[in-house]
């Protein structure tokens, strides 16, 4: 039998709860892709792909690294911003879990530099990056434990993978409810 699966991209498509922060599981282009990335960016609308490419001519010339993170207005979506993240690809020799638990964590960084009381990840590097679903729940849960911030709210965007390890540091809420609607 199969092992669990990931996330199904196509879910990511339309927020269906607000969130001042949704972390996109990006590539290093920032410019789209496939899965939640090409979501995301669908969903947002064109203005998206032109503030990533501002991104790119000015201050990240090389593309975004991996377990880095960067945020940008969330136009279209039902957010204040998009954070952009570079998860590790184990297809391409990318299996520290630190630099996983980094895109978490850098991710937190940049959502509460910005203000945001609220965030929804996705499984990051779940599927098209070979990470197994429960590892990457794991790591989530463990970096969200491990960073403080008093009142932030974290969301996983796939329950299924969360379910009994939702949890954070003390005094933020963790909820495994998923922000993204079938």
Known sequence: PAGPRAPDPR?????????DASVNAA???????????GAI?????PRLLEECRRLRRSTLPDGLPVG?????DAYDLPARWVVHTVGPNRYRGETDPALLASCFARS?????DLGATTVAFP?????????????????????VRGWSAPDLFVAP????????????RPGARCAAQSPWRR
Not at 41 to 45: F, I, K, P, S
């Open 27 to 37: 590539n290093p282009s920032l410019l789209g892709g496939g899965g939640v990335d």
């Open 157 to 168: 965007a796939d329950p299924a993978a969360a379910r009994g390890r939702a949890g954070s």
């Open 11 to 19: 879910r990511a498509a339309r927020p269906t709860r607000d969130a």
């Open 68 to 72: 880095d993170a960067v945020a940008t």
């Open 41 to 45: 960016h669908a969903a947002a609308g």
């Open 108 to 112: 937190l960084d940049v959502a509460d």
């Open 123 to 143: 499984a990051i590097s779940a599927g098209a990056y070979g990470w197994d679903v429960e590892e990457v729940a794991r790591v989530a849960v463990d970096a």
